[in-house]
């Protein structure tokens, strides 16, 4: 059974800091790719930032310079540390991954972290 399991949600003043992490179980899948997205209220979800397993990353310009993601290939974990955090970056953070078994692609998400920020 794949899992995701997302912590590190908080409230924070703006220009403060947060780490989120992510565990991801995922047995008989091959992962390819780690990252986050991200829901304001009343808006769509958006693209955050990905890591390969090649260690290869990008991001949204909205984060660039103030945002890092990282991971932990033996524990399947992936970070994201995020720096000078602003109002607008308030949102419910979801962690996902790309895997592969066979032939086949699929996409697994976790159940979300709030992060607030206040100004």
């Known amino acids: 059974q794949v899992q995701l399991v997302e912590s590190g949600g908080d409230l924070v003043q703006a220009g403060g800091s947060l780490k989120l992490t992510c565990a991801v179980t995922?047995?008989?899948?091959?992962?390819?790719?780690m990252g986050w997205y991200r829901q304001a209220p009343g808006k769509e979800r958006e693209f955050v930032a990905t890591?390969?397993?090649?260690?290869?990353?990008n991001y949204a310009d909205s984060v660039k310079g103030r945002f890092t993601v990282s991971q932990n290939k033996a524990r399947n974990t992936v970070y994201l540390q995020m720096n000078n955090l602003k109002p607008d970056d308030t949102a419910v953070y979801y962690c996902?991954?790309?895997?592969?078994?066979?032939?086949?692609?699929?996409?697994?998400w976790g159940q979300g972290t709030q992060v607030t920020v206040s100004s």
């Open positions: 996902y991954t790309k895997t592969r078994r066979g032939t086949e692609l699929y996409d697994f």
């Open positions: 995922a047995p008989r899948f091959s992962i390819s790719a």
């Open positions: 890591i390969s397993i090649d260690k290869s990353t």
